[in-house]
């Protein structure tokens, strides 16, 4: 993994893949996709959920996620977000847009793509 401000320039790339990516199976609230980001990635990366909720609100006004309030019995109310058909068709995309660049690189840097 890049360290250092390279770190934060792939983190910053990767941000919208990785949170529709991860709301694709099911809806998660905003602290649910920090904490999986950081344990899938090994803490490698990490997103601090004040940082976190302006792009799902970003997500949200474009229409690619839809957020709800959900309120359980002894827990504070939060915000659930899932994908929509159309964020469907934006993660397609941009997985297929990171898939096509990791071959890319791997191309011009003779690195094995695992």
Same mark, same amino acid.
């Given at each position: ?15 919208? $893949? ?6 694709? !199976? ?5 602290? !649910? ?21 302006? $792009? ?43 898939? !096509? ?14």
């Amino acid at each position: 993994m890049p360290t250092g401000s390279s770190h934060q320039e792939w983190k910053k790339g990767s941000a919208e $893949l990785l949170v529709l990516s991860l709301l694709e !199976d099911q809806p998660r609230h905003g602290y !649910d996709i920090s904490t999986l980001i950081q344990l899938r990635s090994g803490g490698a990366l990490r997103f601090h959920v004040t940082s976190l909720y302006p $792009l799902l609100h970003r997500l949200e006004q474009q229409g690619s996620i839809q957020g709800r309030w959900v309120e359980k019995s002894n827990q504070r109310r939060r915000r659930y977000y899932s994908l929509t058909p159309q964020g469907r068709a934006v993660l397609r995309s941009k997985q297929k847009s990171w898939k !096509d660049f990791v071959a890319t690189i791997s191309r011009i840097t003779g690195i094995e793509h695992a």
